[in-house]
């Protein structure tokens, strides 16, 4: 496609947010790229890989306990996107830190931690234990405290709903990643996001992430009964593309923080809006899941390639 005249950003550009730089501005998003291991073998016709120009690979969430997460099944595919409730499936933070950063860093993946907890010293926690396995890294970017999660009862988004809890959260980690991005996952599950926004913005996060999931629900005609054992999942793809521009410019309008938009991308299009929108960077979700080369063809044509 040929760039709107607006559009003066380079997608593969390096970009200073909080005290880091990141190498490019179309990332992947959590849960949607694995840990961001798995693209090292897969080349395309057009691509050496999965990696080629992206700004970060955001971790699948990390909670401190390994989790199973939720009964299947866990995905239900719309024609529209996806309905998923995973409930945070996870190795574990211990397992994460000794088997899954240091590959991370030695594949040169620019990696963004994703953590979640259910107190706010337990995320200072994890976050000073982070540091102190990987201070030393180059790759290692930044951390993503997701607030959001719309599937894990202790973490969901009642969580993330309250501006002093989410303060507390930031509050907790902030001092413990000195030289290292601190950004906040924001659910688009409440009133008022801006205000949530602010919060963390003021406790001193250097970014947004918005969105997750929204809260949705599909019916097995053949049963009467929902599709997912849990009744509820966190419904994403190009179906909520309008939804997340919509948090997205509220929380540029009335927060005064940057943001990276996330929610709905599959072309490049799609990532535009975001970028004219003011947003600093954009994540790759569901996208990302049925093809690993979507968030780098982004970068490609984002870049006027
Ligand atoms: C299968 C699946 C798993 C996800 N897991 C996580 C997760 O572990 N942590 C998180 O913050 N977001 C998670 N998300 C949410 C995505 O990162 C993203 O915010 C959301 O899907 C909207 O973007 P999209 O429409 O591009 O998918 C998950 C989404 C999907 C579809």
């Given at each position: 496609?040929?760039?709107?005249?607006?559009?003066?950003?380079?997608?593969?550009?390096?970009?200073?947010l909080g005290?880091r730089l990141f190498p490019?501005?179309?990332?992947?998003?959590?849960?949607?790229?694995?840990?961001?291991?798995?693209?090292?073998?897969?080349?395309?016709?057009?691509?050496?890989?999965?990696?080629?120009?992206?700004g970060a690979?955001?971790?699948?969430?990390?909670?401190?306990?390994?989790?199973?997460?939720?009964?299947?099944?866990?995905?239900?595919?719309?024609?529209?996107?996806?309905?998923?409730?995973?409930?945070?499936?996870?190795?574990?933070?211990?397992?994460?830190?000794?088997?899954?950063?240091?590959?991370?860093?030695?594949?040169?993946?620019p990696t963004v931690v994703?953590?979640?907890?259910?107190?706010?010293?337990?995320?200072?926690?994890?976050?000073?234990?982070?540091?102190?396995?990987?201070?030393?890294y180059e790759h290692w970017h930044g951390v993503?405290?997701?607030?959001?999660?719309?599937?894990?009862?202790?973490?969901?988004?009642?969580?993330?709903?309250?501006?002093?809890?989410?303060?507390?959260?930031?509050?907790?980690?902030?001092?413990?990643?000195?030289?290292r991005a601190?950004?906040?996952?924001?659910?688009?599950?409440?009133?008022?996001?801006?205000?949530?926004?602010?919060?963390?913005?003021?406790?001193?996060?250097?970014?947004?992430?918005?969105?997750?999931?929204?809260?949705?629900?599909?019916?097995?005609?053949?049963?009467?009964?929902?599709?997912?054992?849990?009744?509820?999942?966190?419904?994403?793809?190009?179906?909520?593309?309008?939804?997340?521009?919509?948090?997205?410019?509220?929380?540029?309008?009335?927060?005064?923080?940057?943001?990276?938009?996330?929610?709905?991308?599959?072309?490049?299009?799609?990532?535009?809006?975001?970028?004219?929108?003011?947003?600093?960077?954009?994540?790759?979700?569901?996208?990302?899941?049925?093809?690993?080369?979507?968030?780098?063809?982004?970068?490609?044509?984002?870049?006027?390639?």
């Open positions: 496609m040929s760039l709107p005249n607006w559009f003066t950003l380079r997608a593969d550009d390096s970009f200073e005290p490019g501005r179309i990332w992947t998003a959590s849960g949607c790229f694995a840990y961001g291991l798995s693209g090292h073998d897969m080349t395309a016709s057009d691509l050496a890989s999965p990696y080629v120009g992206l690979v955001v971790t699948k969430t990390v909670t401190p306990a390994p989790r199973t997460g939720n009964p299947m099944p866990r995905l239900c595919e719309l024609p529209t996107g996806a309905i998923n409730s995973i409930g945070l499936e996870n190795v574990g933070f211990d397992a994460f830190l000794q088997d899954i950063l240091p590959q991370l860093e030695k594949m040169a993946v994703s953590l979640a907890a259910s107190r706010p010293d337990e995320f200072g926690e994890m976050v000073q234990r982070l540091y102190g396995s990987a201070a030393g993503e405290l997701n607030l959001s999660c719309p599937n894990v009862a202790e973490g969901g988004h009642d969580f993330g709903g309250d501006p002093d809890t989410v303060a507390k959260c930031v509050a907790a980690s902030r001092p413990r990643l000195p030289d601190l950004l906040v996952k924001l659910t688009p599950n409440v009133a008022d996001i801006a205000s949530l926004a602010a919060a963390a913005g003021h406790a001193g996060a250097d970014a947004i992430s918005a969105i997750n999931t929204v809260v949705g629900l599909d019916v097995d005609l053949k049963t009467g009964r929902p599709v997912l054992p849990r009744r509820f999942g966190g419904y994403s793809g190009p179906g909520v593309l309008p939804i997340a521009l919509a948090k997205v410019d509220e929380i540029i309008n009335k927060a005064q923080i940057p943001v990276v938009g996330v929610g709905g991308i599959s072309t490049a299009e799609d990532a535009l809006k975001f970028f004219a929108l003011g947003a600093v960077a954009v994540q790759v979700g569901t996208a990302q899941m049925r093809d690993p080369f979507a968030a780098a063809e982004l970068v490609k044509e984002l870049s006027g390639q």
